[in-house]
């Protein structure tokens, strides 16, 4: 089953990362996301404290109970939206790290390098890096607006919806650096990737659970990478060749 192969490709990712020689290809996007990731969690569980304390001082004795209904609510929405929204903005900055490290681990399981470039020639190539990344992030930014609408006042069907859209964006962030690094264009990537949905929700929806477990999400950054990578090279690559 598709679904089931799409995770897999996600979990093989915890052992790539783990490689000789790739390691240390490993170790940069995993401090930004660390840092930036982790940091903001703490920023965001300040935020919700001094909000909920505020909040406290507008109800009434006899509402106070509110705020262990409320707390609830608040971690899941931010699990189910945050996370997805945090991940775009450090895969922005981790963008050109990415690349690296999936160009290095397509190296590793094919033994063909993905392009003969130097490591000024990448230095150059980052602006376009970047430009990719702006191109994923408009073709987020709006159908996020529009399903996290839909994720409140639809009761369900919103939340099932939300999900799906969420699984697919981490499925188009992660396996577009492997597409990228053969300057496959991006609307032929969506193509390619819709072809086999199966494998695209599996795995977008394995980095989405992962992705909501705190303290795991910190590692999930590269590990998807890698795993993205595989997928790319036992379902895509031979397109391409």
């Known amino acids: 089953m598709q679904l089931a192969q799409g995770m897999e490709y996600f979990f093989s990712g915890f052992s790539l990362i783990t490689q000789k020689g790739l390691k240390r290809f490993v170790f940069i996007p995993l401090l930004i996301n660390i840092l930036l990731f982790g940091s903001s969690l ?41 996370s997805m929204i945090f991940t775009v903005i450090t895969n922005f900055i981790a963008a050109p790290f990415n690349g690296l490290l999936s160009e290095k681990v397509e ?83 969506k193509a390619d990737l819709k072809s086999k949905q199966g494998l695209s929700y599996g795995f977008g929806f394995a980095v989405f659970i992962l992705t909501s477990i705190p303290f795991i999400n910190l590692i999930v950054m590269p590990v998807a990478v890698c795993g993205a990578t595989r997928l790319w090279v036992d379902n895509y690559r031979v397109d391409y060749r």
Not at 57 to 75: D, K, V
């Open 42 to 82: 703490f920023f965001l569980y300040d935020w919700l404290v001094d909000g909920f304390n505020y909040l406290n001082t507008l109800l009434p004795n006899w509402l106070t109970w509110l705020e262990w209904l409320m707390w609830p609510i608040a971690i899941l929405v931010i699990l189910f939206s945050y």
């Open 107 to 189: 190296l590793h399981l094919t033994g063909q390098p993905v392009n003969d470039d130097n490591l000024a020639d990448t230095f150059k190539d980052v602006p376009r890096m970047f430009a990719r990344e702006w191109t994923k992030l408009c073709y987020y930014i709006p159908r996020a607006l529009g399903f996290f609408i839909l994720l409140w006042i639809l009761p369900i069907f919103g939340q099932i919806l939300w999900i799906l859209f969420t699984c697919w964006m981490y499925n188009v962030q992660y396996n577009d650096y492997p597409f990228d690094n053969h300057k496959i264009h991006f609307k032929q990537m």
